[in-house]
């Protein structure tokens, strides 16, 4: 009977549950040196739910580089453009000072393109004090106090340039502007010298070809290139494109 039951307690002893042989096999390995790691249970991985937060990541670049490239494809798109006359039209009330020439720039205040080429002629324009520079801004019905507002802040941008208001366009269609920030130089004959924008894109600061060509002619050299793109806001209505304002531009 003694040895009966010593037997059951050995048969106990070795059913023990498996997770309690492999932690004893585990703390204890057998004195032959076998190798029991094969006895030890691996402990499944479970999946990592990777999958929705890659897809938000590929979803917002696709996002940043499609804005991206909406802005660039706006920025690089020229104005519309206009003809400029050969020479400067005597009907014109703006006069033009005899011995001298002439910078025009042609410019809405509700722009914000325009204020690039106004930083871009500062410094040029302070060198040739002898130009009689004109900063001609078209105003489109009443334009109110914030149009107001928005005149003073960008003349205050070029004080070298003497302010003339252009009521209904009149003007600029008669010079051929089309787009807020074309600049327009005539020599002391009236000759027409250059026309064109003098920023690389909308809103961009920088030396560029125009610049280049504009500065050259103000110090009484020459350029193979005198006729530019303007990078801006369109001058009347009816181009299509709108402003922050929600006015045409």
Same mark, same amino acid.
């Given at each position: ?8 307690? @050995?048969?106990?002893?070795?059913? @023990?549950?498996?997770? /309690? ?20 249970? *691996?402990?499944?991985?479970?999946? =990592?739910?990777?999958?929705?937060? *890659? ?21 690089? !798109? ?8 050969? @020479?400067?039209? =005597?009907?014109?009330?703006? /006069? ?52 107001? @507002?928005?005149? /003073? ?19 600029? =269609?008669?010079?051929?502007?089309? !787009?807020?920030?074309?600049? *327009? ?54 181009s299509g494109e709108t402003t922050a304002l929600g006015e045409n531009r």
């Amino acid at each position: 009977m003694r040895g009966c039951l010593q037997g059951d307690a @050995r048969r106990r002893r070795d059913v @023990r549950e498996p997770a /309690q042989l492999w932690a004893f096999n585990l703390a204890a390995p057998p004195a032959d040196g076998r190798d029991v790691s094969e006895n030890v249970p *691996m402990t499944p991985k479970r999946p =990592i739910r990777r999958v929705p937060a *890659m897809l938000a990541m590929a979803a917002w670049l696709a996002g940043v580089a499609f804005f991206l490239h909406v802005e660039w494809s706006w920025a690089s !798109t020229p104005g519309p453009r206009g003809e400029a006359p050969a @020479r400067w039209p =005597i009907e014109s009330r703006l /006069q033009r000072t005899p011995g001298r020439a002439t910078l025009l720039v042609f410019a809405t205040p509700d722009c914000d393109c325009t204020r690039a080429t106004l930083a871009s002629l500062e410094p040029l324009l302070a060198d040739h004090a002898e130009v009689d520079a004109r900063l001609v801004m078209v105003r489109q019905g009443e334009g109110g106090e914030a149009w107001a @507002r928005a005149q /003073q802040e960008l003349a205050g941008a070029l004080p070298a340039a003497r302010r003339e208001l252009d009521e209904g366009g009149v003007e600029s =269609i008669r010079f051929g502007a089309a !787009t807020s920030g074309t600049v *327009m130089l005539y020599g002391p004959d009236g000759a027409l010298r250059f026309r064109g924008g003098v920023t690389a894109s909308r809103g961009h600061l920088g030396e560029n070809a125009a610049l280049d060509a504009l500065r050259s002619l103000l110090s009484g050299g020459t350029s193979s290139q005198r006729d530019f793109a303007v990078f801006g806001c369109a001058l009347r209505s009816g181009s299509g494109e709108t402003t922050a304002l929600g006015e045409n531009r």
